[in-house]
């Protein structure tokens, strides 16, 4: 891993612009009548990824973090049509246990528990079997490295987080609310557009105003850009808008109805140049 997030391939390849991302969208919202529908979509697969990384294989939350990074950065750039989530689901949590180096999840095992969880959890949306087998994991997670390519390292705001509050002196008060809104923060498009140090001074700042806590002279002894803080403020208070109104048992079947149905014959094509060994 890159000695610090300034030399990462994170910041130096993966910080998107926000145009970046609706361009890439565009594809996709035209089998949906807003983008709030493609976004309470992603939303549920993100939850999707949590459940079987977090219920069913019990894996480190960071684990979980970089498994929805991993697909958001793949939605971000191509469509659902392109490779089913349902797929891709499971194929980031097993490259995101080896990368996080948590012991690898044995394909057989994600197979078995992804299995479990579409028929405990999500019947109402799958009404059918899960259909994917080892072989469709394997090489869906090639091409799911190739179109990354190779930029596997991904910086979390979960260590600046606490060694910010830590300054604070706020651990009790602050700390776990803030790592709620950490998490949530991974059902919009923050972890792809900012600074994860950024991400934690944003949750730090509305922990604070939910727990009345005045942290405003120290954010002024950061000298940090309270503009940006403020824009990833919005826009997570925006997710929690959305996620208020979001039914899943209700809206999520006839959502996952509309969306594009992937090739099967035809996988989209990799980068000119691939590279075979992580980028950091």
Not at 145 to 152: A, H, I, P, V
Not at 153 to 174: C, F, K, M, N, W
Request: hydrophobic share 40%; proline share 5%; net charge neutral.
């Amino acid at each position: 891993m890159a000695g610090n997030f300034w030399q990462s391939s994170h910041y130096q390849e993966w910080l998107l612009d926000r145009q970046e991302i609706e361009m890439g969208r565009q594809k996709d919202l035209a089998y949906f009548q807003s983008v709030d529908e493609l976004q309470k979509v992603h939303i549920f697969f993100a939850n999707f990824i949590q459940a079987l990384g977090g219920e069913y294989l019990k894996l480190r939350q960071q684990v979980i973090s970089t498994a929805i990074v991993y697909y958001r950065r793949f939605y971000s750039t191509n469509s659902l049509g392109d490779i089913d989530p349902l797929l891709l689901c499971p194929t980031c949590i097993h490259l995101a246990s080896k990368v996080e180096e948590c012991g690898v999840v044995s394909t057989n095992q994600l197979i078995t528990k992804s299995k479990n969880l579409v028929r405990q959890k999500y019947a109402h949306v799958y009404k059918q079997e899960y259909p994917y087998r080892t072989t469709h994991i394997l090489e869906c997670e090639f091409l799911l490295l190739e179109l990354l390519d190779c930029c596997l390292v991904v910086y979390h705001p979960y260590r600046p987080l606490t060694q910010y509050i830590a300054d604070l002196g706020q651990q009790e008060s602050l700390l776990p609310m803030a790592w709620r809104i950490v998490n949530d923060t991974y059902r919009c498009d923050v972890c792809l557009t900012y600074p994860p140090y950024l991400v934690a001074l944003a949750c730090i700042h509305m922990a604070a105003i939910v727990n009345k806590k005045d942290v405003k002279a120290w954010f002024t002894e950061l000298s940090v850009d309270m503009g940006k803080v403020m824009e990833i403020t919005t826009q997570i208070l925006d997710l929690y808008k959305l996620w208020k109104h979001y039914d899943e048992a209700k809206e999520v079947p006839e959502l996952v109805e509309k969306m594009p149905k992937p090739k099967l014959a035809k996988s989209p094509s990799p980068p000119e140049a691939s590279k075979t060994s992580p980028k950091k």
